[in-house]
């Protein structure tokens, strides 16, 4: 196909798009690509989620079965694990996992993995887009070489290669795939207007000059919030050691029409993005011979809140119970690593109750989003159930800490039944009037 076919394509909606990597990011967008009129086949490593949505079911817990079940519908969605399915597709979306080792070094070894599957089956005139969040140069460094090595095609006279970084929020109801601007780079006119054609069928674009630029883009995103949540944490114990409440703060400052944008301290970073992309760059600043001292700092101040919440939890056993920390039954209020989700990756609450084990508690958990921690991504802790949200179970904690403030939990049960609840979210601010003397916030 050329790249003007391509293009028509696109506006006529007619085009086959391979989407490599079917998770939080490849699952969205295979919806989005099928509602616009595409037809989509989704190539995943993972048999039990080939399985599972080939039979109308989610693994992901805020998409759910009834969106998967209305993509199989449309018949134009077919899902494989194998790459020979995808040969006929105009295009191939890459959404792998793009993890740090425990050097905080890249793992591209998904990446590389996917690029030599791709390499098996490309054909003159299909465009490749790397969506995972990386390192500026892997385009052109990793996948470049491994495409056009193995099949002996050119990227930007035989193939197009772009990369357009995945900006998905999961569990935001404001903006979903469609809403949310994509930005589109590549090396040449004729690879970026065909990457420009394809995500413009379904949401704004954004062109930047270059595949670097586009990968300095999604970095520059999720750096801004690892140094912010840095500093609203930072400036949380400041504060809190004058005695000054920081979420007032925050709540007055952000009525400032320009110039604030309100960040709110928390529990520890979490989840593939914030807690991980940041370091892609650190790694890559080295060969430059440069330094990210700002990552580092913000990174460092983030890795030391679970610790602290556990202090604090400690504190407030001893001053409000009497009861040391470590004869305790502690129940943690919400597992996930953000509101109104599923995903456990990196999640705070794993280092927070690893400790609280080493400190001799007995730890439970309540997640409505996290029935259970088998097959979920949660080193350390091993398989646990979420205890049920009635009175008679809460009512045999000593203490709770409220690590992530998923919306329908009801604190007030909590707070009439156990006696000391650290909140590092300050989801009980309505309550604090009745419940006070038992609240200590983290
Ligand atoms: N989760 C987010 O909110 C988010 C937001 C923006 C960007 N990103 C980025 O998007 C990328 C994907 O993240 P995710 O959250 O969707 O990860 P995920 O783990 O939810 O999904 C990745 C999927 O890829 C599959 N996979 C792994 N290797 C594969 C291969 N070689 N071929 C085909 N499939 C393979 C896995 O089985 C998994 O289903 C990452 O780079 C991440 O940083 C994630």
Redesign the pocket.
Known sequence: MSSKAFVAGAAAKTLTIGI????????PLAEALISTGFGVVG????QR?VEALSRGRSY?RHIGDARVQAMNDTGRFLVT?D?GQLGEADAFL??????INAHREPDL??????S??IARVLRPGQLVVL????YPGTTEEIIKPILENTTGLRAGADFALAYS??????GNLDYSTETIPKVVGADTAVERNMALALYGAFTRTVAVSDLRTAEAV?LME?IFRLINIGLVNELKTVFGGMDIDIWEVIDAARTKPFGFMAFYPGPGIG???IP??PFYLTWKARAYGLSTRMIDLAGDISAALPRSVVEATAEAMDNLSHRPLSKSKVLIVGIAYKRNID?L?ESPALPIMQILRRRGAQVSYHDPHVPSTERA?AEGIGTMFSIPWTREALAGFDCAIIVTDHHGVDYELMLDTIPVVVDTRNATAKLADRYGHKIVKA
């Open positions: 490599l990597g079917l998770g939080y990011v490849g699952l190539l995943d490593l993972n989620k992901i694990s790459i890459i959404c792998v996992p793009t993890p070894s998904h990446v590389i993995k996917t030599e599957l969506e995972s969040t990386t970084p995945e900006r998905e929020d999961p999604k999720n989840g593939h993005c991980i992309d995903d990756r991504h």
